[in-house]
T-cell receptor, first 116, second 111 residues
Framework: GAVVSQHPSRVICKSGTSVKIECRSL??????MFWYRQFPKQSLMLMAT?????????EQGVEKDKFLINHASLTLSTLTVTSAHPEDSSFYIC????????????FGPGTRLTVL | DAKTTQPPSMDCAEGRAANLPCNHS???????VYWYRQIHSQGPQYIIH???NNETNEMASLIITEDRKSSTLILPHATLRDTAVYYC????????????FGGGTRLMVKP
């Protein structure tokens, strides 16, 4: 199956700083990438959908100026959490899909963000 | 996308079959049934999907009722490593069709 990587796998930062998380499709070109957030003991919640070269579409309640998404190439999308606060601490997961693969979604391993 | 209903938790003895049910009574004709699982602190892993016929792969079998209003994921010989949260999701296949995760079923495989 297709492989999606995320970097870093774990990050701890101070309140007020910004953190960038990378999502890469390693062996296929992803026309669409999705970003999810998961709080402890809860399900995955979709944050935004991004298509290569276009602005991301954010779900209701997700602040686009706080969670900056860049999908500059068919293999890379980044999520930047700006001015992070402790309530942003969560597990962030990306997924990538390709029209050539019948739009199946392949998930990354996730990034654990802890804001002190 | 149609909503799904799953039991919040289930136990299964190691080596026995695990049968995980899912109700999706509002599924539309062009929507597929997908199953993913999430082992603790990892990203979701695709298991299987189907439209109306039963499907089988190396991981599991998917049984879809004739009216497509419910389905069952079967892990034929559960192992301790199958302990995870299992998500049943229905979605179409158009580009951008997102996966909407419900609460899932927390399967605990016990020795």
């Amino acid at each position: 199956g297709a492989v999606v990587s995320q970097h870093p796998s774990r990050v701890i930062c101070k309140s007020g700083t910004s953190v960038k998380i990378e999502c890469r499709s390693l062996d296929f070109q992803a026309t669409t990438m999705f970003w999810y957030r998961q709080f402890p003991k809860q399900s995955l919640m979709l944050m935004a959908t991004s298509n290569e070269g276009s602005k991301a579409t954010y779900e209701q309640g997700v602040e686009k100026d706080k969670f900056l998404i860049n999908h500059a190439s068919l293999t890379l999308s980044t999520l930047t959490v700006t001015s992070a606060h402790p309530e942003d601490s969560s597990f962030y997961i990306c997924s990538a899909s390709s029209q050539r693969a019948y739009n199946e979604q392949f998930f990354g391993p996730g990034t654990r963000l802890t804001v002190l | 996308d149609a909503k799904t209903t799953q039991p919040p938790s289930m136990d299964c003895a190691e080596g026995r079959a695990a049968n995980l049910p899912c109700n999706h009574s509002t599924i539309s004709g062009n929507e597929y049934v997908y199953w993913y699982r999430q082992i603790h602190s990892q990203g979701p892993q695709y298991i299987i999907h189907g439209l109306k016929n039963n499907e089988t792969n190396e991981m599991a079998s998917l049984i879809i009722t004739e009216d497509r209003k419910s389905s069952t994921l079967i892990l034929p010989h559960a192992t301790l490593r199958d302990t995870a949260v299992y998500y049943c999701i229905v979605r179409g296949l158009n580009a951008g069709n997102m996966l909407t995760f419900g609460g899932g079923t927390r399967l605990m495989v016990k020795p």
